[in-house]
Structure formats: structure tokens, C-alpha cells
């Protein structure tokens, strides 16, 4: 089975474009995770999907970021306008149940350096 | 609020060596705990949970409620062994369950 798959892998963008991160989940897996590990931080969460739906977005940092997931199945994390505390890398993960005590399967990460 | 520590930024160990990956944590409600492996230019990955009791790849880790602690341990560590690990802690906040990570050790077994 293809395991989760997130592209770019890298992208470097200027403070104040944007840059729209993509993440498709393992086949079948209803709940979709992001997260993300700023430089010399902790992995955080961001979000969580039930299929198209928001579930939870308390780790959101602020209104320049947007994620969406067109009929539950890809998802995209937009951030408009970058700046440079944006930097790191994020990472997206999937799982056919809710409870996270199962494990997700993550994705490898899309690293974004923002200059 | 929750937090798991993980106050060694970088071990570095010989080959054949014990290896022991310090883990603690602080949360109000019953624990559940995980430990991920990142290895050189591949994905995070689950080690062990702490509910399976299982031992993987020759790791085990022990659930200590007293000491708030799950400290990751190896007998004879391998070259292989050499990667980040990360201590993960479930919470359940907002309807969801999320994942609340340490920063992160490095592990270098030297041949």
C-alpha cells in the first residue's frame, strides 16, 4: 500500500508569498493529521480532519494559515502571507481510527525555509 | 498543560553498549505514551506504544506512573540504531486525540 505522500518536499519561498503545502493519506484513512517542527522546537499539532471535516484546529498559529480537504481525501496546508517564523518542516500523517493510541503513519515532510 | 522532556539533546553511545533514552512527562489524565524513530532521510515512524508492552527492534520501554517517566532502553545498542527518537504523549483535547512530542533525542552509536 502507498504510505502517506507529501509534496514539495522542499520549497524556499520570500516573506509575504505563498506557498501551498499538499498531503494525500494512506487509501481509506478518514482521519488526517498536521503538524509541524519549527526550528529547535517540538513537533506540534496543527489540525485534524475527519474526512473533509475540521475536527480540531486548536494548533493552528494564526489566520495565514488555511487548511482544506476537497471530499476527504487530499489536503492542503496554505500559508499567506509566509514569514520567516514559518520556517520548518511539516509533516502529515493518517489513520483509520480516531485514537491516536493506534500510531499515525506520517508522511516525510515537506521542509519550508522562508527567506 | 501536557509536556514530555526529553533532556538529552544528543547521546552518543559504543556499539555493544546499554542504551537508555530518558523520557518524562506531566499530564492530568491517564497516559499514553509512544516513541518514534526518524532515521537518516526517512519518514517518522512508530518504535513501540506503551500499551502493547512489545519490544521492537530490541527496544523496550516501561511505563512509570511514579516517576512520570518512559525511558526508552536497549541492551546492546547496533549501528543501525543511530536516528532521532522522539517521545510522544496522547492528549485528548478539542474532540481529538493529538500527539504532543519532546524535542527529540539524537542517537549516535560509534562503531
Known amino acids: 500500500e502507498a504510505g502517506v505522500t507529501q509534496f514539495p518536499s522542499h520549497s524556499v519561498i520570500e516573506k509575504g508569498q505563498t506557498v501551498t503545502l499538499r498531503c494525500d493519506p494512506i487509501s481509506g484513512h478518514d482521519n488526517l493529521y498536521w503538524y509541524r517542527r519549527v526550528m529547535g522546537k517540538e513537533i506540534k499539532f496543527l489540525l485534524h480532519?475527519?474526512?473533509?471535516?475540521?475536527?480540531?484546529e486548536s494548533g493552528m498559529p494564526n489566520n495565514r494559515f488555511l487548511a482544506e480537504r476537497t471530499g476527504g481525501t487530499y489536503s492542503t496546508l496554505k500559508v499567506q502571507p509566509a514569514e520567516l517564523e514559518d520556517s520548518g518542516v511539516y509533516f502529515c500523517?493518517?489513520?483509520?481510527?480516531?485514537?491516536?493510541?493506534?500510531?499515525?503513519?506520517f508522511g516525510s515532510g515537506t521542509r519550508l525555509t522562508v527567506v | 498543560a501536557q509536556r514530555v522532556t526529553q533532556p538529552e539533546k544528543l547521546l552518543s553511545v559504543f556499539k555493544g553498549a546499554p542504551v537508555e533514552l530518558k523520557c518524562n512527562y506531566s499530564?492530568?489524565?491517564?497516559?499514553?505514551l509512544f516513541w518514534y524513530v526518524q532515521y537518516s532521510r526517512q519518514r517518522l515512524q512508530l518504535l513501540l506504544r506503551?500499551?502493547s508492552r512489545e519490544s521492537i527492534k530490541g527496544f523496550t520501554a516501561d511505563l512509570n506512573k511514579g516517576e512520570t517517566s518512559f525511558h526508552l532502553k536497549k541492551p546492546f545498542a547496533q549501528e543501525e540504531d543511530s536516528a532521532m527518537y522522539y517521545c510522544a504523549l496522547v492528549y485528548s483535547g478539542a474532540g481529538s486525540y493529538q500527539l504532543t512530542f519532546g524535542k527529540g533525542t539524537k542517537l549516535s552509536v560509534i562503531p
Open positions: 499530564y492530568s489524565g491517564s497516559p499514553e
Open positions: 506503551h500499551i
Open positions: 500523517a493518517s489513520s483509520q481510527v480516531p485514537l491516536a493510541n493506534y500510531g499515525y503513519t
Open positions: 480532519f475527519v474526512k473533509e471535516s475540521k475536527q480540531d
